[in-house]
């Protein structure tokens, strides 16, 4: 583990992930546990009521979206482990040197659309709960805080949020979907008020769901992993399950029992 913290393999002179380093399936358990759950993933069941949806149609999307992003999922962790190399040393044995800047590029790109989107969700969630106002501003401090972390260094506030904050926040909406299935059970049933309905179809509404679920970076990460084709599936499963699904229902039912399409307010009256 030392060795791993001084040394992450992604140089060209050192750019495979010795066997010995290899990590077991709990470590990525946990860890894609923490990409698939949050307040972003209530925001997903959040969206699927604003479109319309019944629970029972918002757990189908969700499960056929995430059952055709683990069939990408599983091939690309598979990769990872099998070569051990990032995506920079792979696009570039594949693409050339040019190839590879361009992959990485996209790379790049991508996740700062998910950073502001986060830094978005998170204003307004403090907006709601405290009334802050100067969401733009904010947002962009948030966003540049993000960033700049991701920067100077993730270790500690990676564990910090696998081991402390992911644990507490799935028990809390573990609870949170207990208790309104045994106290307002009766009011879950049917699809939401006609003036909540969105213009997104099915399989719209499956690509968003897809859109979440994707990250992008998994053979990066499982080059840690065991390089056997089915041996991610387990820690996709439960992450996805207790994460996305579970994320997911909850945040439908939130909208159900707030009657609002406004996010902030909506977790202020939860959380209330």
Known sequence: MHESFEHDYSTSQVGI???????????????????????????????LYAAGQSLDDAIEIVCVGGGIYMGYAVFSAYLGSRTGQTHGLLTRSIFGVAGSWLVSVFILITPLGWVAFQAH????????????????????LMAGAMVLNNLVGFSGIAVFARFVVTPLLVVWVLYLVIKVVLTDGGELGGPPPPDT??????????????????????????????????WSLGAYG?????GLLLFAIAGWMMARLAQTTDFGPLIRLTTD
Not at 198 to 215: D, K, R, S, Y
Not at 238 to 242: K, P, S
């Open 121 to 140: 969700l998170l204003v307004n969630i403090w907006d709601g709960l405290y009334g802050w106002g100067h969401v733009v501003a904010l947002t962009v």
């Open 17 to 47: 992930v010795p066997l010995d380093q290899r990590r077991p399936l709990w470590h990525f358990a946990g860890l894609w546990l923490t990409f698939a759950s949050g307040f972003s993933f209530l925001f997903v069941g959040f969206e």
């Open 197 to 230: 309905l969105g213009a997104h179809g099915f399989w719209a509404l499956v690509g968003i769901v897809i859109g979440f679920c994707m990250w992008g970076n998994e053979p990066d990460i499982f080059r840690y992993g065991n390089p056997r084709f089915w």
């Open 238 to 242: 439960f992450g996805l399950t207790f």
